[in-house]
């Protein structure tokens, strides 16, 4: 149903920025070894449905065995449209079961076992930080080529995001990156604070994906596209292909996976936030 890159920069800017990524993926890699323990499996059931329990939530049933977290935990979901997507990401599977391809699962397993065990507090502290080092705010001041298309593809929605959440945020090409004002941080939490714990858990896995808390609300708020935030998180490599070409296979690869994984993501959030005519007809599209 739903189908890292590291950007090597001459700039020492951009190589400062990017030791303070490293050192905050720590975190995720930890989630990421815990989401893929398994990378496949032999597919072990026929049929796949869902269930009701009494308190209201909702089960994932392979044939007739109740769907576990890794750390344990019965599996369930806090609505029926969020069930029937997980239902088809196994029901898609065939003889082999490719748990790195059903990204929704990893997230639901991420939010009721919570392998890091971190608050609502802090995954907001967490995606705040990408404000730091996100990915549109960090420019190059040559080639003119690029420093044109940056400007270009980028300012428009910075500019939407401020008018939006009446922040200032700007862009710089200094080794230290723009300086975000403490008001703007302020705003911005105040905004995350409206999410649950499931729609923080997704909307941080975007973030992680895209690199950038901007492009990421931009895609939330439907402002931009999946395709149209993906291709802005990658402007400076879809630059250098252009420019020098690629290994086409691998360029259509990595494309199509950020693709879906951030698709997921940002349906994940949807999914865990709006209101069921909302979730219904998101899973019709």
Same mark, same amino acid.
């Not at 960090?138 to 940056?150: F, K, N, S």
């Given at each position: ?57 909702? +089960? ?6 109740? &769907? $576990?977290?890794?750390?344990?935990? #019965?599996? /369930?979901?806090? *609505?029926? %449209? @969020? ?5 088809? +990401? ?6 082999? &079961? $490719?748990?790195?391809?059903?990204? #929704?699962? /990893?997230?639901? *397993?991420? %939010? @009721? ?173």
């Amino acid at each position: 149903m739903l189908r890292c890159i590291v950007r090597l920069q001459s700039k020492v800017g951009n190589a400062f920025s990017l030791s303070k990524v490293c050192l905050r993926n720590q975190h995720y890699e930890c989630v990421a070894r815990y989401s893929a323990a398994t990378a496949e499996r032999k597919r072990f059931y026929q049929d796949v449905s869902i269930s009701q329990s009494e308190g209201g939530l909702y +089960e994932i049933n392979l044939d007739q065995r109740k &769907l $576990k977290t890794p750390g344990g935990k #019965l599996f /369930t979901v806090p *609505n029926e %449209a @969020l069930a029937i997507a997980v239902a088809t +990401e196994w029901d898609a599977q065939r003889d082999t &079961l $490719k748990f790195y391809t059903m990204h #929704l699962t /990893t997230l639901c *397993n991420t %939010a @009721l076992d919570n392998p890091t065990q971190r608050s609502k507090e802090q995954m907001i502290t967490a995606a705040l930080k990408f404000l730091e080092t996100d990915t549109i705010c960090y420019r190059v001041d040559e080639p003119h080529g690029l420093v044109e298309l940056q400007k270009n593809e980028w300012d428009p929605v910075l500019q939407w995001i401020e008018k939006r959440y009446n922040v200032t945020i700007g862009s710089s090409a200094s080794i230290l990156g723009p300086e975000i004002p403490e008001a703007t941080k302020d705003n911005l939490r105040q905004h995350l604070k409206s999410y649950n714990f499931w729609s923080l858990t997704g909307l941080e896995y975007v973030i992680t994906q895209l690199k950038s808390i901007v492009l990421s609300l931009g895609m939330i708020d439907r402002h931009l596209s999946v395709e149209q935030a993906v291709l802005l998180s990658r402007l400076e490599e879809e630059y250098q292909i252009r420019r020098w070409g690629n290994v086409e296979w691998a360029h259509d690869y990595d494309m199509y996976e950020l693709r879906a994984r951030t698709a997921a993501g940002a349906l994940f959030v949807h999914l865990t936030s709006e209101s069921s005519t909302v979730k219904h007809k998101l899973l019709q599209d």
